[in-house]
């Protein structure tokens, strides 16, 4: 082992990279940008979330208790949480915000909902969930389950409820309530691996076509080829066109590999056409390639392709509505969400997925990723007059 | 309409404060071979860019076939190998030529073999390029610019890094290719490859210190050789320069 030698080897690689600005600046710049961005979405007060109610509950007079309205008494309750934003609503509403998302449940308690209880000595909630996402239906069942049970504890005085009970969401036993849960969406057998399934498909898709292309890309230029190429008749659009086929094919098998793997293997459920899900997962995977090839024109070398990632990969995926949703975010993030190509995915993805909508549905998100494949594509192009007349 | 397959009028291409080429004035006929004769960094790879339409000219006009450049249609019928190799290491001699041709929309199959047989691949046309020695890469290289059976070549040192057998070899396809009709700029540092020129221009910063053919550059230098004909150039520009 020779100290010198070792010495003149690291002094080599430390000038190296200090020659190379932009890798040096990005060295810093780079863990700042995803440290930020995950600290103000993880530091981030949850959002209330919106939940229904329409509260028919006419109460009851009783000689001696006097009047009880225990639909109130809920709603007074769950009016006190700081995890749901309740909206009081009309029968006739609930479907229609359901269906728009302003409302992600919706409780119903029908006129004769006190008379009831005290008829029968059990509570039974109508619980309609949104349902497309596990983890909110399981905080409003949670919030409501433990509303409706502080409102019957409050009743102990006169006579009524179960003070003792702690929880209860199945009618069994000697529970005074149960939550009767609907879906709108989805359902009970829609698990948290369901609802992030869409992003884990759509982050794959975008992530390997994009390092595929970039590098494609570089190497064309750094072997002198795209030299001999632009020297063809070929034009430039011409060139990222056949690129983004030749590569897209590629994008295609892997797109058929993931959702088979996805459907058929890890059993994730979907609602809607497996066909509309190929489109979408087809044209992120388009929206790939062609950030690639842009992407590869600020690039020297695979170094710096590999740079890209932190700054143009990690932000999609914190910011594109992946694990937080977008109305969950910091108000100032919110812009940059829907900046992110990977956001009307994953809201495409989902809504199919999850929701079984259609093509007349998520058409916008559609429209948007390919207004997104046009523009990246025209840049691409343009991009390519720096270095060939 | 010019009788020159390639002419150029007071061509200039400046980077900034670099005057790559200042103001070159030339012109090649039909079948001949002109070489652009000059040390590294004399702007010969400037000028064989700016007459194909990779670079926009400074000021200054280039014909080519009779069409002002850049003109991307011309060159379906113009040839190029550039200084590297610039191959697709993936694919075999073969689909390089084949992929160049189709790129000019000229493939024709009969030309293909015969340019194979030109520069003696035809027992490595199934090799993948990345399997190549540098001599066979070069070969390759100049296949994929025959390809489509230009009527001009341009040809950015071809011979760098060839050994002198190769070189010879290359030299005699070039002569062969001007029989054929077929024009070709060859740029070069070797003087030696001056020699084989039907005419040359000496190239120093940019400029043109001579040009014509090489019994015309010796006689008028009064110089047994070109390389002392260019030596003599070189020495007088400089002093012009310190004056």
Known sequence: MSGRRILTITRRVMKQVLRDHRTVALLIVAPILVLSLGALLFRTDPVAIPLGIVNEDQGMSLPVVGSIDLGQRILDELIESDRLEVIELVLGEVDERLLDGSAQGVLILPEDFTADFLQDQQAELDLRLEGSNPTRSMTITAQVTQAAMESLASLAGTGFGMPGASQADDGEGSLPLSVEVTYFFGGEEFDTMDYVAPVYIAVLAMFLVFLLACVAFLRERSQGTMERLAATPANRAEIVLGYMLGLGLFALIQVSVILFYTVWVLKIHYLGSLALLFLIITLLAFVGVNMGILASAFARNEFQVVQFVPILIIPQILLGGSFWAVSEMPQYLQPFAYAMPIYYANTALRDVMLKGWGLAEIWPNIAVLLGIIGVLYMLSALMMQREVA | ?243
């Open chain 2, 1 to 243: 309409m010019t009788d020159f397959v390639m002419e150029t009028r007071e061509l200039r291409k400046h980077f900034r404060l670099i005057r790559a080429v200042d103001g070159i004035n030339f012109s090649v006929q039909a079948g001949e071979i002109y070489g652009l004769i000059g040390p590294n960094g004399s702007g010969k790879t400037t000028l064989i860019r700016l007459i194909i339409g990779l670079l926009r000219p400074t000021s200054g006009s280039i014909q080519l076939l009779g069409e002002t450049m850049p003109n991307k249609a011309v060159l379906s019928q113009v040839g190029y190998m550039t200084q590297a190799s610039a191959l697709y290491e993936e694919l075999t001699v073969r689909e390089n030529i084949a992929f160049f041709a189709d790129m000019c929309g000229r493939r024709d199959a009969t030309w293909m073999e015969e340019v194979i047989a030109l520069v003696d691949l035809q027992d490595r046309v199934r090799s993948p390029v990345r399997t190549l020695s540098g001599g066979l890469r070069q070969r390759t290289s100049l296949a994929c610019a025959l390809a489509h059976r230009p009527r001009v070549l341009l040809l950015d040192e071809p011979t760098v890094g060839v050994d002198p057998q190769l070189r010879s070899t290359f030299w005699s396809y070039f002569r062969e290719l001007a029989g054929r009709g077929v024009t070709l700029l060859v740029s070069s540092h070797v003087m030696d490859e001056a020699e084989r020129c039907d005419r040359l221009g000496f190239m120093r910063k940019g400029k043109f210190l001579a040009e014509g053919t090489v019994e015309e550059i010796r006689s008028v230098r009064g110089t047994s050789t070109l390389e002392e004909a260019f030596l003599q150039l070189a020495a007088m520009e400089t002093e012009g320069g310190a004056h």
